[in-house]
């Protein structure tokens, strides 16, 4: 009897995932528990287990493809069994899956232009790929052509966002040629790729977008349109933070773990929050949300590919030695892309640490729906009047990016001075 295989619940609010390799094909023999493909949710790549042994008889998920959890993957059974075009309870996954339109009956839509577009609930075409039902309807609403629309969202999916955008900057479909029929393709005659497709030159080189960096750009682009950002600097005196460091290496060393300035940054960072709990906090229509734990992202590079933020959960509950072997293991198997699902999520508030690659200071993009994110640059040594006399000193700068909706600069101020005052006095 043939087995289906379904995208599992990788973790609390994981919806969706990105089809990104196949490790079995049709015909190929599996065992039960082996691992069958790999997806990616949140920039986390996740391995699918086969749920039996037998043979892949059918793949319905392509690689590059989004699926919802729950739906179907692939079936697996014995050899030679066949297996029908579309599978019993599954005929919206598989009409998904083939590119073809759902069998759902929807009246037609009228458009602000007098015409009738008849759109289909959801929908996926060769050329614009997924259309949700909303977005179909706000374009059949505005009269716009969805084939002069540049798409952010997840490998490049049309969202309800980029829609209205084009809306507000004030074309319509008529300014670019005939209305794509969404359902089956553009009408013969007229090009439909995208306006931000760039034909390369014979000596360029074009690199194909990954899903980890389709989802940071999204990420990236949904921030910036949700919260205004303001940006607060300060330095700080990383002398005290270096004669600990210095006399504790060894001690650490000895447990296993290598000390580094990320796990003071993450200690000075919770005495921040502590003392002002407004900025542990989100945004919402209701009020602001104040966090009850402190969840720290820690902002992880992975060279060409991106970056991903591990989640230090509770981090105000754990020593330095705690912190500091956190620190290590989830930097350590975020560069081996073997993190799971949950533990980049349920952030509070960010770090980033953009001095690994010396830069001085920056202005790092909030990873909503938290209030801020603080960037840490390069240590260097520095000319600084102490006590009217000239030192050299240790010094760094502190970046701290927040949500203007929350904070107001003073208050923003007073978080960012508890940070530089808890590095300056460090015992």
């Known amino acids: 009897m043939a087995t289906k295989v379904l995208v599992p619940r990788l973790g609390e609010g994981v919806d969706e995932v990105t089809v990104t390799k196949w490790l079995k094909q049709v015909g190929d023999s599996v065992k039960e528990l082996e691992p069958l493909l790999e997806v990616n949710t949140d920039k986390v790549d996740t391995e699918i287990p086969a749920p039996a042994s037998g043979v892949i008889l059918k793949i319905e998920m392509q690689e590059g493809q989004v699926a919802k959890v729950g739906e179907l993957l692939a079936v697996i059974g014995a050899a030679g069994e066949s297996v029908e075009s579309k599978v019993t309870s599954d005929a919206v996954t598989s009409a998904v899956a083939s590119k073809e339109p759902l069998n759902v009956e929807q009246p037609a839509l009228s458009s602000s232009k007098g015409s009738t577009l008849n759109v289909q609930p959801?929908?996926?075409?060769?050329?614009?790929?997924?259309?949700?039902?909303?977005?179909?309807?706000?374009?059949?609403?505005?009269?716009?052509?969805?084939?002069?629309?540049?798409?952010?969202?997840?490998?490049?999916?049309?969202?309800?966002?980029?829609?209205?955008?084009?809306?507000?900057?004030?074309?319509?479909?008529?300014?670019?040629?005939?209305?794509?029929?969404?359902?089956?393709?553009?009408?013969?005659?007229?090009?439909?790729?995208?306006?931000?497709?760039?034909?390369?030159a014979p000596s360029d080189q074009l690199i194909k977008h990954t899903s980890m960096r389709r989802s940071i750009a999204q990420h990236m682009l949904d921030s910036k349109r949700t919260s205004p950002h303001v940006l607060s600097v300060m330095e700080a005196d990383l002398s005290r933070v270096l004669k600990h460091f210095a006399a504790n290496e060894a001690a650490f060393a000895r447990d296993g773990i290598t000390l580094t300035l990320t796990s003071y940054f993450m200690l000075a960072i919770v005495a921040g929050l502590k003392a002002y709990?407004?900025?542990?906090?989100?945004?919402?229509?209701?009020?602001?949300?104040?966090?009850?734990?402190?969840?720290?992202?820690?902002?992880?590079?992975?060279?060409?590919?991106?970056?991903?933020?591990?989640?230090?959960k509770g981090a105000d509950n754990l020593s330095h030695l705690a912190m500091a072997r956190t620190v290590n293991d989830l930097a350590k198997r975020a560069r081996a892309k073997k993190l799971q699902p949950g533990?980049?999520?349920?952030?509070?508030?960010?770090?980033?640490?953009?001095?690994?690659?010396?830069?001085?200071?920056?202005?790092?993009?909030?990873?909503?729906?938290?209030?801020?994110?603080?960037?840490?640059?390069?240590?260097?040594?520095?000319?600084?009047?102490?006590?009217?006399?000239?030192?050299?000193?240790?010094?760094?700068?502190?970046?701290?990016?927040?949500?203007?909706?929350?904070?107001?600069?003073?208050?923003?101020?007073?978080f960012l001075g508890k940070v530089k005052e808890t590095m300056e006095t460090w015992t």
């Open 277 to 312: 709990p407004i900025i542990n906090s989100s945004w919402s229509d209701e009020g602001i949300l104040i966090h009850k734990d402190i969840n720290i992202g820690m902002a992880v590079s992975l060279g060409e590919e991106g970056l991903i933020v591990p989640v230090i």
């Open 343 to 414: 533990e980049v999520k349920g952030g509070t508030f960010t770090l980033t640490n953009h001095g690994t690659g010396r830069s001085l200071f920056s202005f790092p993009i909030i990873n909503q729906p938290q209030c801020g994110i603080l960037g840490t640059g390069i240590m260097q040594n520095r000319v600084v009047a102490i006590d009217d006399a000239i030192a050299i000193r240790p010094m760094i700068y502190l970046s701290f990016v927040f949500d203007h909706r929350i904070l107001d600069g003073a208050s923003a101020d007073w």
């Open 122 to 200: 959801v929908t996926r075409n060769a050329d614009l790929g997924f259309i949700s039902p909303v977005v179909a309807k706000i374009a059949a609403e505005h009269g716009v052509n969805l084939s002069q629309v540049t798409g952010t969202g997840l490998n490049g999916r049309i969202t309800k966002n980029d829609v209205l955008d084009f809306v507000e900057s004030g074309k319509s479909a008529t300014d670019h040629g005939p209305q794509t029929t969404l359902a089956h393709g553009a009408s013969a005659g007229v090009d439909n790729r995208p306006s931000s497709i760039v034909t390369p």
